[in-house]
């Protein structure tokens, strides 16, 4: 299995300032054929389920603020969270859909300073 | 509007079984794969299940293998998981949510959310 491992575990940014997630694979999830990353960043606040903020390392959902940002290919992602606001209290998940079975990190615990 | 309501959590003694249901509306529900996924308290999260539209494909991670099995009723918009031989790790609440499929084997990103429903199980 790919194993997906985040880091911090957690951190605390104050508010307008820029928040830095990373997620790093154990393998390659670059799929040569298409040159697509196969890999998502999911947001889960407080009481709320999970919601997809970015698909395909960098391609972000539909409704969500263009101050997240995902970058990376291969085997090194990162999320960038911009003008950093108190709604963005949350847990984020990055998640492999390379190779079967589909696999997430253990989530990052961001708050505010 | 999409919407996914999950129901038939609860409280459940080790060894014991529940099916939890999720029903959607708002969209071609059988035109969708469909998945489960859990979050166990302290703890991240973790995909369940997932079954094709027409239901003739279904994956399961291991912990659940034998013990789980996912289904659906494209008639009535439902989705459900049926557990048995429940056990203290499988305690979570438990999300039903559309799947993205992007390759063989059930492989995708999960794009929508119910708001999910809660399974202790303990004695």
């Known amino acids: 299995d790919i194993v997906m491992t985040q880091s911090p575990d957690s951190l605390a940014v104050s508010l307008g300032e820029t928040a830095t997630i990373n997620c790093k694979s154990s393998?390659?999830?670059?799929?040569?054929?298409?040159?697509?990353?196969?890999f998502a960043w999911y947001q889960q606040q407080p009481g709320q389920p999970p919601r997809l903020l970015i698909k395909?390392?960098?391609t972000r959902e539909s409704g969500v603020p263009d101050r997240f940002s995902g970058s990376g290919s291969g085997t090194d992602f990162t999320l960038t969270i911009s003008s950093l606001q108190a709604e963005d209290v949350a847990v984020y998940y990055c998640q492999q859909y390379y190779a079967a079975p589909i696999t997430f990190g253990q989530g990052t615990r961001l708050e505010i300073k | 509007e999409m919407q996914l309501v999950e129901s038939g959590g609860g409280s459940v003694q080790p060894g014991g079984s529940l099916r939890l249901s999720c029903a959607a509306s708002g969209f071609m529900f059988g035109s969708y794969w469909m998945s489960w996924a859990r979050r166990a308290p302290g703890k991240g999260l973790e995909w369940v299940a997932i079954?094709?539209?027409?239901?003739?494909?279904?994956y399961y991670v291991d912990s659940v293998k034998g013990r789980f099995t996912i289904s659906r009723d494209n008639a009535k918009n439902s989705l459900y998981l049926q557990m048995s031989s429940l056990r203290g790790e499988d305690s979570a609440v438990y999300y039903c949510?559309?799947?993205?499929?992007?390759?063989?084997?059930?492989?995708?990103?999960?794009?929508?959310w119910g708001q999910g429903t809660l399974l202790t199980v303990s004695s």
């Open positions: 949510a559309t799947l993205s499929l992007t390759g063989i084997g059930g492989r995708g990103f999960f794009d929508y």
């Open positions: 395909w390392a960098s």
């Open positions: 079954i094709k539209e027409d239901g003739s494909e279904e």
């Open positions: 393998q390659s999830v670059l799929y040569s054929s298409d040159k697509r990353n196969y």
